[in-house]
């Protein structure tokens, strides 16, 4: 037997499955394929066969052959599984590629939620103070809900753009806040961002995607892929991502030719480490039933927690859309619900934040990581978590007395949007810097 050498590639789809007009199945061959940087245990052959048990009427105890859920083509059944995938990998950054979504780690990211794309870096033309400044770019540049990046002391820092006039003033605002005013001249990188939508936009992601698993003589086809859930933590401070797909329709090539495992594209970015960067919460409450009105946006300050360990899981409901026009019995996903849900280990407790479960108090979650640079850098953001447990609890199991926050995302209003406000008021973002 062949060695179980095997690598995942990754295809943006321009329709759902990936249908052949023609013939009502999915065909690869408008699909390009990147070979993506991932974890090689958790790449398996997926699926089970889709089909249904006979109940019929017998004479004895013996068993039917099962009915496939298939349709015929060419005078046989055509082959069809459904299931999901698993995926392992870092996070590691553009570098100084093009943009994300001619990488296979953007194009997981877009059938999970949607995209905002950042822009070059800004310096400070005056300083404000440290949940604002005023840009040498245009205002209109800055986008709300866009995680905002800078260096402070040798340290990453961010913070998630509120408004790009706040007060009136042609300043920018962020929240929560830096450590410091951010000086004058200083790098600002409002970074790439993904976001999860809501109001009109709920349900919505940037689209599917198609896999193909390569091994010596394997080859198999995963299309109308959507991301049914992330979960985001770190081995060693290297933070790793999880992600399990939903695929439409599976099926097996494996008489492609010479098929055989694809060395992966390596960017030459940084994987995000949880080093040389804060995990803080917002030092005063933030908007969340009502929406903010008016010029000012949510300008928090910030409260930086010792946080040994986080993990933050995106979840999304996936229903199928369903209909009978092709083998897949469906038009597409719909995102009919989405839950996020962050833990962080603290090894020194906050006590500010102990009443936070009983008052219902929301705060901004963000979690930095470093490098932060040209095409480096990471964060996650909930701009308003409310925990879903008493704070004040602190676990003695351990040698160390340790507080756990456990939030989940709720409604956040603290954005002044405008035309531009793509990831405005939404309650979850994970920002990549891009190749600025």
Partial sequence: MAPTWRSLSIAAEGAFASIDSSTGLPTPGALSFISALVDRDPIIVPGDAAATDRLDARDGPFSLPREPDTVWSGGSRARRRTGSISVRCDLTTLGTGVDYKGTGLGRMLGAAMKFSAGTAPDTVAATVNANSFDPTAATNTYIMGNILGTEIDGRAEYGAITSNDQGGAGVVAYSPATSGTIGLGATVRQMDTWYVPQKTSSGQIDGTVALRIDGVGVRTYCYGCAVESIALSHDGGRVMADIVFQAAHITDDHAAGTTGPVEPIYLDGAAPH?????????????????????????????????????????????????????????????????????????????????????????????????????????????????????????????????????????????????VQGRGSNTPFRLGLNGNW
Wanted: a negative charge.
């Fill in 274 to 418: 949880f080093r040389g960067a804060y995990a803080t919460l917002g030092a005063t409450a933030a908007t969340s039933l009502t929406d903010a009105s008016g010029t000012t946006g949510d300008v928090a300050g910030r409260l930086v927690v010792d946080c040994e360990a986080f993990s933050v899981t995106m979840t999304n409901t996936l229903t199928p859309k369903g209909f009978s026009n092709d083998i897949t019995g469906m038009s597409g996903w719909e995102v009919s619900d989405c839950t996020v849900e962050a833990s962080l280990t603290l090894s020194s407790a906050a006590a500010i934040v102990d009443d936070d479960f009983y008052s219902e108090t929301p705060r901004a979650v963000m979690i930095g990581t470093g490098p932060l640079g040209v095409g480096m850098g990471m964060a996650i953001n909930l701009p308003a978590g409310v925990l879903t447990s008493d704070a004040s609890k602190r676990d003695i199991s351990g040698e160390i007395i340790k507080q756990i926050l456990n939030y989940s995302a709720s409604r956040f209003g603290g954005d002044i949007p405008n």
